[in-house]
């Protein structure tokens, strides 16, 4: 690997864990602490995520338990899960919430693999803008006479290799995901 894709490496395996990240929070039908990644809860004045105040447990492939540790935030968090419109039945149990995960339809789960596709599309223009760095990192060093002509082509050749890799990277993430979420 050219010392160009090694400077901006990072930003290529940030772009793989952001979506990553990105698509744990779709739901699949069934119960997964990461559905909640996004709810943020009013505690004691400020916003903060749900997973800072309560324990979350997956009570089996339909339901989840969240627990505050403080029970003075229950119906705030309540209300931060019911806020998120995340499609999941909430009951609260006096000293814990209830999650219930109904099932899916068909056509949720169409509609669900659009976003992730859609995800998938975000992921890949950010591997195209560091693509489009490095490539104009290598035509300046072209143009300032710091690498030849034959190794300007080898390492754009090496560029494009490295990125149909985390291209496909992303592609399988993607597989793996539309099959949970159609998965019934």
Do not use: C, H
């Not at 069934?30 to 909640?36: C, E, H, I, Q």
């Not at 591997?127 to 060093?141: F, P, T, V, Y």
Request: net charge neutral.
């Amino acid at each position: 690997m050219n010392k160009y894709i090694q400077a901006k490496n990072n930003d290529l395996k940030d772009a793989i864990e952001f979506f990553k990240k990105d698509i744990s929070s779709l739901r699949t039908g069934r119960a997964n602490p990461s559905l909640l990644d996004g709810v943020m809860i009013d505690s004691y004045g400020v916003k903060t995520p749900i997973q800072n105040v309560a324990s979350i447990t997956v009570a089996d492939g339909r339901s989840m338990t969240v627990t505050p540790w403080d029970k003075s935030v229950l119906k705030e968090a309540e209300k931060g899960i019911v806020d998120a419109n995340l499609g999941v039945g909430v009951v609260n149990e006096g000293d814990k919430l209830r999650i219930s995960i109904p099932m899916m339809t068909e056509e949720n789960r169409r509609e669900l693999v659009k976003k992730l596709n859609e995800k998938m599309e975000k992921g890949r223009v950010s591997l195209r803008q560091a693509r489009d760095d490095i490539k104009n990192s290598i035509e300046e060093a072209f143009k300032k006479k710091e690498v030849s002509e034959d190794d300007k082509f080898k390492f754009i050749t090496e560029l494009d290799e490295a990125i149909r890799e985390y291209n496909e990277q992303l592609k399988a993430l993607r597989d793996g995901k539309e099959k949970d979420i159609m998965t019934i």
